[in-house]
């Protein structure tokens, strides 16, 4: 069974930086495309950016094109998520997702507020 830890979330101000970690449990991974996903209050889970197993195919939300950068590293079973230059609207609590088995991590906040 995947598991999936979620961590790096927190409190930053607009423009700033942060950079998310997914680990994963089990020994599949590196055949798993991999996503980060993100709800805001009162909004819908939306899709932010997703991997291919290697790592050579992302793809990214049009909010956050230029601005957040998926990668993986399948030897420590890990997906990141950079986000750079932030913004208010980027507050969400952000969520790993194993797209092969459809297991969810169980969320990090992050807050971008001044």
């Known amino acids: 069974q995947v598991q999936l830890v979620e961590s790096g979330g927190g409190l930053v101000q607009p423009g700033g930086s942060l950079r998310l970690s997914c680990a994963a449990s089990g020994s599949l991974f590196s055949i798993s495309t991999m996503g980060w996903y993100r709800q805001a209050p009162g909004k819908q889970r939306e899709l932010v950016a997703s991997?291919?197993?290697?790592?050579?195919?992302?793809t990214y939300a049009d909010s956050v094109k230029g601005r957040f950068t998926i990668s993986r590293d399948n030897t420590k079973k890990t997906v990141y998520l950079q986000m750079n230059n932030l913004k208010p609207e980027d507050t969400a609590v952000y969520y790993c997702k194993d797209r092969r088995t459809n297991a969810w991590g169980q969320g990090t906040q992050v807050t971008v507020s001044s």
């Open positions: 991997i291919s197993t290697g790592g050579a195919t992302t």
